[in-house]
Structures are given as structure tokens and as C-alpha cells.
């Protein structure tokens, strides 16, 4: 079992930063790729960010590329997502979530609400 744990949301005005930490729960990190995804009120849940197990790749959706820039430490067990040039559309509750085979994402976190208010 993986549990994962956000932590760093909060409120931020548009243009501003978060960083977003995760920490995941299992003896075997280097298994799992990670990822980060975001669901608003109303929507479903989407991708923002994966990083494969070794973080030597990574992938991230369109309308977040050269803002947000995910990474991992897997010697702390944590997964990393900066986010730069917050604008109200990224309003969301951010999720962490790992996957064995880095397709299907079977474990998530309870979330980390952010809020950028214009």
C-alpha cells in the first residue's frame, strides 16, 4: 500500500507562487511514477504533472508548461510541484497520486486546496 500525503496550498494572489509538497508513504519510492493532478468545482479531475520513477522524465499539461515544474527526492520519499505564475484559472484542489505501471494512477492523497484570486 502507498498513502501520500499534500501539504502547501493555500491563497495566493494572481502572478504569485506555491509549492506544493507531497509525501508518499512506501519503502519501494523508485516502483511508482508520480504525478499531480487538480480538480475545480464542477470539473473532472485532470493531469497537471507526472514524473517517471528515476525523475528523469517528465510531463506536464499545456496549459501549465514553463509555469509549473514538477520533481522528486526519493530519498525523502516526496514529490515536488512549484508552481510559478498562478492565475485564477489554476484555482483547484491539487492531488498527488503514484502509479506502479505509470499509467494507471491507483493511489491518491486527500488533496491540498489552492486559491488565486484575481
Known amino acids: 500500500q502507498v498513502q501520500l500525503v499534500e501539504s502547501g496550498g493555500g491563497l495566493v494572489q494572481a502572478g504569485g507562487s506555491l509549492r506544493l509538497s507531497c509525501q508518499v508513504s512506501?519503502?519501494?519510492?523508485?516502483?511508482?511514477?508520480l504525478a499531480w493532478g487538480r480538480q475545480a468545482p464542477g470539473k473532472e479531475r485532470e493531469f497537471v504533472a507526472t514524473i517517471s520513477p528515476s525523475g528523469g522524465t517528465t510531463t506536464y499539461r499545456d496549459s501549465v508548461k514553463g509555469r509549473f515544474t514538477i520533481s522528486r527526492d526519493n530519498a525523502k520519499n516526496t514529490v515536488i510541484l512549484q508552481m510559478n505564475s498562478l492565475n485564477p484559472e489554476d484555482t483547484a484542489t491539487y492531488y498527488c497520486?503514484?502509479?506502479?505501471?505509470?499509467?494507471?494512477?491507483?493511489?491518491w492523497g486527500q488533496g491540498t486546496q489552492v486559491t488565486v484570486s484575481s
Open positions: 512506501t519503502r519501494t519510492i523508485t516502483n511508482y511514477a
Open positions: 497520486a503514484a502509479s506502479r505501471d505509470g499509467s494507471s494512477y491507483d493511489y
